[in-house]
């Protein structure tokens, strides 16, 4: 059964992202972490795409590979604000290729587009969603941030956009990384209550050290509730205790969202299995 019809239907939808290496070396390490992953029979897979508009066919070859040779159901993640319409179009066409019909639409960051790549046919995620509805063929999913998106003024604001999006043809969801399920059963409320009826899939990522929980705070803006804090505090500079801490609290954020109605979750991998198939095997099979 396709992903998106197991969304449908109230099974709950397990998925990882890759994001396209650049070395030989990295590219050995995911075929490796994918093979690993495989074993957990995820519903499927996601592959980034960097919104600097230079080399977009790195995430289409990638997701390429990972149907042909792994039998993965692949979503490509698509950016537009580098694009053209026209290359937009031939990009889908390489997808089509490859057999891959399930896009998650995203707008990509400004800051990241490369100089001279900012083509200007796009502004937003949603009018990339109306023109790969236009294209037909392609499961669309878009982006959705329970904290409210950093350049949004208020979290209302960044709903009633949001309700643009799945009017203009996104049929599912996935979160911004988020640490507090509080924001995601808040953010649900309010998003049935503005007509988002889609479902919403929650994004999730174990944090691996300090210096990425500042990150994550800094960049993009997401809240880091007092006892994950005190936690990476505690065990920054210990690998091994680190790694249970951040799996254990990953793995009980997962099982009270599944509790709570969530329809999956969505991994974020960096490449790497032995977190995401901790938490996995931790809330798999469980109500
Ligand atoms: P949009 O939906 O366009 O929203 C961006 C902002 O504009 C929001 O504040 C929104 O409220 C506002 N807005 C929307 N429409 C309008 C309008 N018509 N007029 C005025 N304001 C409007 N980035 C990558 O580069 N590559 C990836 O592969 C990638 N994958 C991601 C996957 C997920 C699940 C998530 C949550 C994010 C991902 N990102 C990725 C990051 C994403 O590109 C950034 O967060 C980006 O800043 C916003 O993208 P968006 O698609 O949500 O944009």
């Known amino acids: 059964m396709k992903f998106t019809e197991r969304l449908k239907t109230g099974k709950k939808v397990y998925s990882f992202e890759f994001y396209p290496p650049k070395t030989a070396e990295d590219t050995a390490k995911l075929f490796n972490t994918a093979v690993e992953l495989m074993a957990l029979s995820p519903d499927f897979v996601s592959v980034t795409n960097s919104s600097s508009g230079v080399a977009p066919y790195r995430t289409v070859a990638l997701c390429g590979v990972l149907k042909a040779q792994f039998g993965l159901d692949v979503v ?15 990009i889908c066409s390489g997808l089509r290729k490859m057999d891959i019909t399930n896009i998650l639409a995203l707008r990509g960051d400004p800051h990241n587009v490369a100089p001279d790549y900012r083509r200007r046919d796009y502004s937003h995620a949603t009018q990339l969603i109306a023109d ?15 904290e409210k998106h950093p350049e949004a003024a208020t979290l209302d604001a960044d709903i009633a956009r949001l309700r643009e999006k799945v009017e203009a043809g996104a049929e599912y969801l996935i979160t911004q990384l988020f640490f507090d399920n509080d924001y995601y059963f808040r953010f649900l409320e309010k998003a049935a209550a503005a007509g988002v009826t889609a479902p919403v899939l929650p994004g999730l990522m174990p944090v691996t050290s300090y210096k990425q929980m500042q990150n994550f705070t800094t960049l993009m803006r997401v809240a880091i509730p007092d006892a994950l804090r005190a936690g990476i505090e505690r065990w920054d500079g210990d690998k091994d205790g680190m790694f249970k801490f951040s799996v254990d609290y990953a793995s009980a954020q997962a099982e009270a969202l599944l509790k709570g109605g969530a329809p999956g979750l969505h991994l974020y991998t960096l490449n790497r299995s032995r977190a995401a198939m901790a938490i996995l095997k931790n809330v798999k099979g469980k109500p």
């Open 132 to 146: 790969l509805k236009k294209e037909g063929g392609f499961a669309i999913g878009g982006a959705c941030y329970p």
């Open 76 to 90: 490509a993640h698509l950016t537009c604000l580098a694009h053209t319409r026209a290359e937009i179009a031939e």
